[in-house]
């Protein structure tokens, strides 16, 4: 596929997998060579929309914490000891202090990245993952629970060195460099730490 600068290249998102299976040492082109959901893709798409190819698109993804500490609002804090606990935990966490085998981190990484992909775009091929995302109930992200991550952003970087290429869903689309993934982890009434740049900004506009 050749590259132009001034055509915008649209992409139906029709499948989100995970390049690696279970049996690890299978790398992604490997693993493509007998996955059925793909074949069944292929074949259909053939068969319904000739004029159109079907690609693969592979994603590396690398983990950014980003850490915020409100010392005022006392709302869910338990005690002194368990909040310094869970304080250290998430410090080492950020510093990058492996809290669990680097390959189970790894693991829990590409779990959630790839169930908020799926959640966001929801695929006509996927069948799981597509409207029960983000839950404390599943144990292939649980790291981010046990931490209490507020939230989770994906970043699609595609966008960055192709600014005119879009994927896109009936359900969603991700059509600029700034347009991200995200989704909160935790469904009460805790505010997100980011909304502290909202009401700053607030602020600054009555005065």
Same mark, same amino acid.
């Given at each position: +596929?050749?590259?132009?600068?001034? *055509?915008?290249?649209?992409?139906?998102?029709?499948?989100?997998?995970?390049?690696?299976? #279970?049996?690890?040492? #299978?790398?992604?082109?490997?693993?493509?060579?007998?996955?059925?959901?793909? !074949?069944?893709?292929?074949?259909?798409?053939?068969?319904?929309?000739?004029?159109?190819?079907?690609?693969?698109?592979?994603?590396?993804?690398?983990?950014?914490?980003?850490?915020? +500490?409100?010392?005022?609002?006392?709302?869910? !804090?338990?005690?002194?000891?368990?909040?310094?606990?869970?304080?250290?935990?998430?410090?080492?966490? *950020?510093?990058?202090?492996?809290?669990?085998?680097?390959?189970?981190? +790894?693991? !829990?990484?590409?779990?959630?990245?790839?169930?908020?992909?799926?959640?966001?775009?929801?695929?006509?091929?996927?069948?799981?993952?597509?409207?029960?995302?983000?839950?404390?109930?599943?144990?292939?992200?649980?790291?981010?629970?046990?931490?209490?991550?507020?939230? *989770?952003?994906?970043?699609?970087?595609?966008?960055?060195?192709?600014?005119?290429?879009?994927?896109?869903?009936?359900?969603?689309?991700?059509?600029?460099?700034?347009?991200?993934?995200?989704?909160?982890?935790?469904?009460?009434? #805790?505010?997100? +730490?980011?909304?502290?740049?909202?009401?700053?900004?607030?602020?600054?506009?009555?005065?």
């Amino acid at each position: +596929m050749l590259y132009e600068k001034d *055509v915008t290249y649209e992409f139906d998102v029709l499948y989100v997998g995970q390049a690696q299976g #279970r049996e690890k040492n #299978r790398g992604a082109l490997e693993r493509l060579e007998s996955h059925k959901t793909l !074949q069944k893709i292929v074949i259909e798409c053939l068969s319904t929309t000739p004029n159109k190819r079907t690609y693969i698109l592979l994603f590396e993804f690398q983990e950014y914490n980003v850490l915020l +500490m409100n010392g005022i609002d006392k709302i869910f !804090q338990v005690d002194e000891r368990i909040d310094k606990e869970h304080f250290d935990s998430l410090v080492e966490e *950020v510093i990058g202090i492996n809290l669990c085998p680097p390959e189970n981190r +790894m693991r !829990q990484i590409v779990n959630i990245t790839e169930a908020a992909i799926i959640c966001y775009f929801k695929p006509i091929y996927n069948k799981m993952l597509v409207d029960n995302f983000p839950s404390s109930r599943h144990t292939s992200y649980k790291r981010y629970y046990d931490l209490e991550y507020n939230m *989770v952003t994906i970043e699609l970087s595609i966008n960055n060195d192709y600014p005119n290429f879009v994927l896109k869903t009936d359900t969603n689309i991700i059509d600029s460099p700034w347009k991200f993934i995200e989704f909160e982890l935790y469904k009460d009434d #805790r505010p997100s +730490m980011l909304d502290i740049f909202n009401r700053s900004n607030n602020t600054i506009k009555e005065e």
